[in-house]
């Protein structure tokens, strides 16, 4: 740059505003590092994802079954549009690890003897691989292997078909089938609780009867074919052996929790850079047209001794181009650290083995325009106005402002108020847009605060729901096989259990019009206590004598309500299909399916009353003992503790998304502490003439700070209610966004959320004042007679 | 006579980047209560410093100020603000009102703020502004704004008035009318009035003239007879 006196005269005046300058600079920054930071960790993780997921050969469609011959596999594969098929024996288990009172679960998937599998490849980590027909070996999951502190060489105790089987730990490894793996009827993942574990197929037909057969396929399919046309030939080729129900990429349950995930953090993130450009928008408004207003008398002699308009807007633009200079440099180089960091955790998080950085340059080059754009967008009016100014007027001081009686006083209300109120309401009426956009700019600081810790109060929210008022029981069994009634007095017998209640869930196709949909029923004792069906306003309703009861979000996918009768196909036993009708709806944010009473579900299935699954109620002194009973029991094979579930939900919501609602309330502060104190500082600024004159009359520095803070603790109030619609703005857009089959997000907010958003945009606001109280006390008194500025 | 001010060894000395600049070099001085004094010298010559300094809004680099026998050199900035709310009356070349308080608010503004205020539509009658009293500044014209600062001024019954240039932005009509408010002011509230200006000839008006050169007073006059401001020559 050549070193004009006009660049000149920009330095100087850029370091005369130097907080100011900081101020903006920073706001921008936060805007351009938020932009790098929710798109490079997003675009690096989809980019890890999707690497991870080709190089590992991860499936396309799956399905589970009773149990097929091998001859099924060929025609499997010549299914058209599959490029490679593979069939596994997967088989559930439980574990009893030392370190564990309950039992773990665990799933024993198959590997093909001697060869690769074709597809859903695992990484190893550390070991090795399992020998051809080497018995007794496995390949653990990781995450189950570090939650154990295990070591290669330790013996797993695993109870196989009710056999108690020590079974060696030869590799640990990772696979993209389980990135997340949650344990049936879990819907979080638990690495202490659940172990997915692969070993050679010939041992595990062995194990579990299979010899010859499978019960289990995945499927990788050639580019642009239909999946669900290949879903439908597979569940056709299937269901004479059991075939439950051929799924996609999109329903496995991993890769679905990984989208979501990644959903959330999208749109967690997409809503912040916006907002901070908007606000840095309005923060070079309010400077640039506070500079044009000062240098008036400069830009009436420049332009008197020949400087152009094009020259002088030049100018003016050079100082938005220094600031977005500034701005870039930090933000970039911000944004980016913080995304390799962010990505790097996020990968640790989903045990991804690979990491793979993307930080697109048209992602850099559109945060820095975009702010660019903002930016200029604040300075245009101010340029133009000093542009359109005619030299000799320019040249003049300006005539005093036009002030008006404001509607309150012209309704009559002014009599209430002294004259330094009138000045704040005048000062406020003169300007509505200016005051619009800092109401509007600290609201939006407060809705991303109040959205930031909303996700908090959510989860604890849904907690609550499902934990205390619909899943009761502090603990659930599953049996292998469905039980008599009469096991339940087994279950009460062990010392400890203080209730015990049967539960059977069956797997069924619900069907209205032409919509499908694979849900399970459960179906629980009338006047069931430890599992409760609750209604739409919370409250528990009794189980019906006769048809069932839906979730209110399935009902809305049916398209269906209360009377309605739903084609139910059951997809096991008999599968038979009956017509019942839905006669309530029951509001959960967890999963989706229906209810029914235990003997209604009887009489339909024309069995005996028979239940597959116990909730059971503890004395907590007793806890362990029960435990130990359960671990003897092999007909068990699953089991869940609610309190347990509830902690590693809490565990996983502060490892993931509260990192980001952290970050998020770090740059809403910053936001309410840019716009007020540069609000306050420009105010102090334009007005200080005005002030200082006052203080010169005899006016106390309180009085005077009351007329500058009056007019900026007003904005701030109204900030609140503005800041609070938006925050539940934010919030549903969200909600709407991540409802999903498998959990939906309670739009609640607590009263401490509201409080706590309200004090830190208070505190930022009171910290601004404090700093600008501050230069009051520094308002040259001998000036204001000179009537210079 | 008593004295409103008894001014010793006044001295202020500013530094402008690298150069000292004394703008009072041990001013002594006395002026008596109810007196109309004009304070007369170039630019640069330090009567606007010493007329912020006897105002309570500059501090002095030594010496003292004696109001009324009250040091206000060494009072605190809270006790100055109050000094100056209670017995000060300013008017600026530049007028300095609030644009959003209407004439008759500007004065209210100060009324309300002082122990035995004048009722502000009173001040502006003083200086024949009733009927706008409900203008908003931006509505009058230069003269007008100014006698409004002036009723303004009066209107907490100040000690003593300070005037910077009064007439500065004034053409000489209006000037006139300006000198008229405040020589009435004088009589009629036995106010002490200072005025700072260029014109020499606004000196005749005065009791007492005081000559600045170089931030020392050179030489102080007793008008014998004064004239009024239809008399004087702009």
New interface residues.
């Given amino acids: 740059m050549i070193v004009t006196p006009l660049n000149r005269k920009l330095t100087r005046d850029l370091w005369n505003i130097k907080g100011l300058v900081i101020a903006i600079v920073l706001v921008m920054a936060a805007g351009i590092a938020i932009f790098v930071i929710m798109f490079g960790v997003l675009d690096s993780l989809r980019l890890t994802q999707s690497t991870y997921y080709d190089r590992y050969q991860f499936g396309d469609v799956f399905a589970s079954l009773k149990r097929a011959p091998n001859s099924l596999e060929s025609r499997i594969a010549n299914i058209k549009g599959v490029s490679v098929s593979e069939v596994r024996v997967t088989f559930g288990v439980t574990l009893q690890m030392p370190s564990l009172d309950e039992p773990a679960v665990g799933k024993m998937i198959s590997i093909p003897d001697g060869k690769e599998p074709r597809l859903n490849q695992l990484y190893l980590r550390s070991g090795r691989m399992v020998y051809p027909n080497e018995t007794n070996a496995i390949v653990v999951d990781e995450n189950f292997f570090n939650a154990h502190e295990l070591v290669l060489g330790d013996k797993v105790m695993v109870v196989m078909n009710g056999r108690l089987r020590p079974l060696r730990v030869v590799g640990v490894a990772l696979s993209p089938e389980y990135v997340y793996s949650v344990a049936p009827g879990a819907i979080m993942p638990d690495a202490r609780r659940y172990a997915i574990m692969w070993t050679s197929r010939h041992q595990l037909e062995a194990a579990a009867n299979m010899k010859g057969a499978f019960n289990d396929v995945s499927l990788k399919l050639n580019r642009g074919v239909c999946v669900a046309d290949v879903k439908q030939s597979l569940d056709l080729l299937l269901e004479p052996y059991g075939g439950k129900n051929a799924y996609g990429r999109d329903e496995q349950l991993s890769n679905f929790f990984v989208d979501n995930e990644l959903m959330q953090l999208e749109s967690m993130g997409v809503i912040a850079p916006f907002v901070f450009l908007a606000v840095a928008a309005f923060l070079v408004n309010i400077v640039m047209s506070r500079q044009v207003a000062v240098q008036r008398e400069q830009i009436g002699m420049l332009k008197a001794v020949g400087y152009s308009d094009k020259a002088i807007a030049f100018h003016f633009l050079q100082w938005v181009y220094i600031l977005v200079f500034f701005a870039s440099i930090i933000g970039l180089g911000l944004g980016s650290w913080m995304a390799m960091g962010m990505t790097k955790m996020y990968a640790e998080f989903f045990h991804f083995p690979i990491l793979k950085y993307h930080f697109s340059v048209e992602v850099m080059i559109f945060a820095v325009a975009s702010c660019s754009a903002a930016a200029m967008l604040g300075t245009l009016f101010s340029i133009r106005k000093a542009v359109n100014l005619p030299p000799a007027e320019a040249m003049r001081p300006e005539s005093p402002e036009v002030f008006k009686r404001t509607l309150l006083e012209k309704m009559g209300f002014h009599r209430h108020l002294s004259f330094l109120s009138r000045i704040i309401l005048r000062q406020i009426e003169r300007r509505p847009l200016r005051v619009l956009l800092s109401i509007t700019g600290m609201a939006l600081a407060l809705a991303i605060l109040i959205f930031s810790y909303f996700m908090e109060d959510s989860m604890s929210y849904l907690m609550d729901v499902q934990y205390d008022l619909i899943q009761r029981e502090d603990v659930n069994i599953a049996f292998a096989e469905p039980q008599s009634k009469t096991v339940l007095e087994s279950v009460k017998a062990i010392p400890g259990v203080m209730a015990v209640e049967p539960m059977r869930t069956v797997p069924v196709r619900l069907t209205s019009g032409h919509i499908n949909k694979n849900v399970a029923i459960t179906a629980l004792q009338s006047g069931s206590d430890l599992r409760r069906v609750i209604n739409q306003q919370l409250r528990a309703e009794v189980l019906p004598d006769q048809g069932m009861v839906i979730n209110e979000r399935l009902a809305g996918l049916l398209n269906v309500n209360i009377g309605d009768a739903l084609q139910v196909h059951l997809l096991e036993g008999s599968q038979t299909t009956l017509s019942i009708p839905v006669v309530a709806l029951t509001k959960e944010y967890i999963g989706m399916g229906g209810y029914m009473e235990l003997h209604v579900l009887s009489q339909l299935l024309d069995q005996p009353p028979k239940l597959n699954g116990a909730l059971i109620r503890l004395d907590d002194n007793h806890s362990a003992r029960v435990f130990q009973e359960i671990k003897r029991h092999p007909e068990i094979i699953g089991m869940n503790i609610t309190s347990v579930l509830r902690q590693i939900f809490m565990d996983i919501m502060a490892e993931n998304i509260l990192k980001m609602v952290s970050i998020n309330i770090l740059f809403a502060s910053l936001i309410s502490f840019g716009v007020i104190y540069n609000t306050a500082r420009i105010a102090l600024s334009e007005r200080g003439r005005e002030l200082a004159s006052l203080r010169v009359l005899g006016l106390t520095r309180k009085e005077v700070s009351y007329l500058l803070f009056g007019e900026l603790g007003l904005v701030t109030l109204l900030a609140i209610p503005l800041g609070i619609y938006l925050g539940f703005l934010m919030i549903d857009a969200m909600a709407v966004s991540l409802d999903s089959e498998l959990y939906r997000i309670p739009t609640y907010v607590s009263n401490q959320t509201l409080g706590l958003s309200t004090v830190i945009m208070l505190v930022c606001s009171l910290l601004s004042f404090y700093l600008v109280w501050y230069q009051v006390e520094k308002i040259d008194l001998v000036s204001a007679q000179k009537g210079v500025e | 006579m008593d004295n409103c001010f008894e001014i010793k060894d006044l001295r202020k000395v500013y530094f402008s980047g690298e150069n000292e600049i004394n703008a009072l070099r041990s001013v002594n001085l006395n002026i008596p209560s109810g007196e109309v004094v004009v304070l007369l010298g170039a630019s640069g010559s330090g009567k606007?410093t010493f007329l912020?300094i006897i105002?309570g809004?500059?501090q002095p680099s030594s010496g003292h100020v004696l109001f009324k026998g009250k040091d206000l050199s060494i009072i605190s900035a809270?006790d100055l603000?109050?000094f100056?709310?209670?017995n000060?009356g300013?008017v600026?070349?530049?007028y300095?009102?609030?644009?959003?308080?209407t004439a008759i608010?500007n004065v209210?503004?100060?009324t309300?703020?002082?122990d035995h205020p004048m009722e502000p539509i009173k001040a502006l009658e003083a200086i024949g502004l009733t009927e706008r009293a409900n203008h908003?500044?931006?509505q009058l014209s230069g003269g007008e704004?100014q006698r409004v600062a002036i009723a303004?001024a009066i209107a907490?019954r100040p000690e003593v008035l300070l005037c910077?240039e009064p007439t500065g932005a004034l053409d000489s009509e209006t000037g006139s009318i300006v000198l008229q408010a405040l020589l009435d002011v004088n009589i009629e509230f036995n106010t002490t009035c200072i005025i700072i200006t260029h014109n020499a000839s606004i000196a005749d008006l005065a009791h007492r003239v005081i000559h600045f050169v170089d931030g020392q007073v050179s030489r102080v006059e007793v008008n014998a007879r004064r004239k009024t401001p239809e008399q004087i020559n702009w």
Avoid: H, W
């Fill in positions: 606007s912020n105002g809004i500059d809270s603000t109050l100056r709310r209670k000060i300013f600026f070349q530049s300095n009102l609030v644009p959003s308080l608010e209210a503004l100060v309300e703020i002082c908003f500044p931006s704004q303004r907490k910077d």
